[in-house]
């Protein structure tokens, strides 16, 4: 079965950075277009950006644009998220999400499996 | 990056019908056939219900269904069960420069 499991949130100072990391398991990897959702606390969900299936394509949302990247390593199961110039705003649950299609240029077909999150939290 | 619109609460009673909106427009929810819908319990991740409109995944009740008019897409639960009782949100693919976008979420109540 899928799973994905993400781990590295914390709590971090405003202009700080932190790295998140999803493992994925039980379906071809290296085929899907991986997201990455968040959600503030009482809030409601938010895309943060995506990656396609081979890492050549990449979107953001404007609210992170300049301050957060994501990646892949299909050898190893694994998305990353940096984040980078952290804002009391950007303190939320960050998911992890597998699309249902490649996301090869921009075509994506929407989210069918979450991970359970890890929350960050940004504050002085 | 514009979110769709979707009431913040709706409700019915155990054995009615309750139908939930998520208004976009041409760009998203119009333009594509790429709408989604998103059960979320309290303290759990969102679980896929509806996908690219109206099809339904294995294993998710066939009392959950989804149609899209113009710019508005609906989810209707029919049969409502105490089990029911989550948050819902819809989201749409919205072109190679948005990418995705997401409704605000309603809070349904089985009352």
């Known amino acids: 079965q899928v799973q994905l499991v993400e781990s590295g949130g914390g709590v971090v100072q405003p202009g700080g950075s932190l790295r998140l990391s999803c493992a994925a398991s039980?379906?071809?990897?290296?085929?899907?277009?991986m997201h990455w959702v968040r959600q503030a606390p009482g809030k409601g969900l938010e895309w943060v950006t995506i990656i396609s299936y081979d890492g050549s394509d990449k979107y953001y949302a404007d609210s992170v644009k300049g301050r957060f990247t994501i990646s892949r390593d299909n050898s190893k199961n694994t998305m990353y998220l940096q984040m980078n110039s952290l804002r009391a705003e950007d303190t939320a649950l960050y998911y992890c999400a597998k699309d249902q299609n490649h996301c090869s240029g921009g075509t994506c077909y929407g989210v069918d499996y979450w991970g359970q999150g890890t929350l960050v939290t940004v504050s002085s | 990056q514009s979110a769709l619109t979707q009431p913040p609460s709706a409700s019915g009673s155990p054995g009615q019908s309750v139908t939930i909106s998520c208004t976009g427009t041409s760009s998203d929810v119009g333009g594509y056939n790429y709408v989604s819908w998103y059960q979320q319990r309290p303290g759990e991740a969102p679980k896929l219900m509806i996908y690219?409109?109206?099809k339904r995944p294995s294993g998710v009740p066939d009392r959950f269904s989804g149609s899209k008019s113009g710019n508005t897409a609906s989810l209707t639960v029919s049969g409502l069960q105490a089990e029911d009782e989550a948050d819902y949100y819809c989201?749409?693919?919205?072109?190679?420069?948005?990418?995705?976008?997401f409704g605000g979420g309603t809070k349904l109540t089985v009352l």
């Open positions: 989201s749409s693919y919205a072109g190679s420069n948005n990418l995705v976008v």
């Open positions: 690219e409109v109206i």
């Open positions: 039980g379906f071809t990897f290296s085929s899907y277009g």
